[in-house]
């Protein structure tokens, strides 16, 4: 007997598969706080050279603060004070508005820098001085801990088809808590990126595993529903993340801000079932029985499972399955599989590399970080909702095609729009980063419902690798504006639409049983009960 002919017996969207959401919740709220937690951990505030050594104890010793600015700093080509240059001397005549022509000497600052503390009261570029010529290294922190993440994700993913996703799960909370606590008591620079990188990697069992936990719980007809109300966590998150980080600007306390729901999914971890299909993939009836009754009694429906027994559930399972171990090479051992694996990895290579590219790039607002991050945020929520209506009438494929192109559209007309009309880019702009994110949406359940139970998490784990490796690459693909100010825009429209292009190249998984077994894909798959009364 089929795990998902069981679940439409005893109701595969009731109170069980509601109280499995809410209890992931906290874990995935945490998921956009960290990812997104440079946008203020690492902000730059405005900063110029700590002029104290250019003391004379004479005249520029009783001059404003603002006078001696302005004897001390040079300004840039637009007016604007330098940020990385001091005069070797008090330059007294520019007080008078005096425009020499005389070269006057500079320095690199020799003395440190003296930050805007009016939004950020501190940050990593301020604790470390991570400006001017170590610049490079506050932007690392965040390429650091997405090499994390690719590293993560298919190493939870092999774990959770080899251990069960509960156990590999709790190991995700408390390495993922572990590391973030003491990445802010870190003492140095070195010691951060460490712990950064390491809080990614655990990171990035959460996010995959957390995901394949609930889809493989619900029934076909509500399994797109499901994936659409578990994304919104990350919309929440991110409204959370807005919310902590505009009452704790101090970029320890904000560390352990963000960290602190892991405190609470530790706690309702132990009211979490484990996967009855990776249960009986891996010849474990009795268990998979035990939590089966469980979904039955919480959804009223204990009346339909009077005659399924752990025998009858290994006796469907164990024939097939021969309790065959499955590693990462059996996506590509088979033909059907081989082809899905291909193209969903440059699939996800291109939402990601997509998404991340656009989130780095959009400008034009003129807002403070809170509220820009707040829009970001607050137009995912019409778009995830839209998308839930899309995906039951079109299916996964034009979905994530018709996501990916527009997406590319988007940055194609942005490139031949003039700067002055901000308004008309920020829309465009804005309009692109929803249909990026309303990509990610989708690739979520489609890629869950594309791969087999028994590799379901390996799947996962390759295709969140290659993500990562699209989110790494992606704002080095800033620095070709010095080549031509269009190739960076022109990158990232290219590859959201010949990803979008490769998506229509993936099978069609709308109102179709989740696979079990590789076997499963690469015969035409089975309809749903639904579908077939249907037609």
Partial sequence: MKFDSILSEINGFGRFQVTLFLLQASSRFTLPCHFLLNNFMAAVPSHHCDIRTLEDGEVFGNLSLQQKIAAGIPAEQDGTLSSCQMFTQPQLQYLTGSNSSEEVDTVTCENGWVYDNSTFKSTLATEWDLVCSRKGMNKATATVFFIGVMIGAPLFGFLSDRFGRRPVLLVSYLSSLTFAVVSAFSTSYIMFIIMRFFTGVSLAGISIISIALNVEWCCIERRTFAAVIISLDWTLGNWLLVGIAYYVNEWRMLILGVSSPLILAIFTWWWLPESARWLMANGKGEAAHHYIVQCAKMNDRSKYISTITPEALLESSEDETGHKKYTITDLFRTPNIRKIAICSGIVWF?????????????????????????????????????????????????????????????????????????????????????????????????????????????????????????????????????????????????????????ASLLPETLNTQLPELIEDIEKPRRQSTKEKEVR
């Fill in 350 to 502: 291109g939402v990601a590399f997509t998404y991340y590219g656009i989130s780095l790039n959009i400008t034009g607002f003129g807002l403070n970080p809170y509220l820009t991050q707040f829009i970001f945020a607050f137009i995912e929520m019409p778009m995830k909702i839209a998308v839930y209506f899309a995906l039951e009438k079109l299916g996964r494929r034009y979905c994530e095609m018709g996501a990916l192109i527009s997406t590319g559209l988007c940055l194609f007309i942005n490139i031949f729009v003039p700067i002055d009309m901000w308004l008309f880019r920020t829309i465009v702009a804005v309009l692109g980063k929803s249909l990026s994110e309303a990509s990610f949406t989708i690739i979520y359940l489609y890629t869950t419902e594309l791969y087999p139970t028994v590799v379901r998490q390996n799947g996962l784990g390759y295709t969140s690798f290659l993500a990562r490796l699209g989110v790494s690459i992606s704002p080095l693909i800033v620095l070709l504006e010095d080549t031509w100010h269009v190739l960076p825009a022109a990158t990232y429209c290219g590859v959201a639409v010949c990803s979008g292009l490769i």
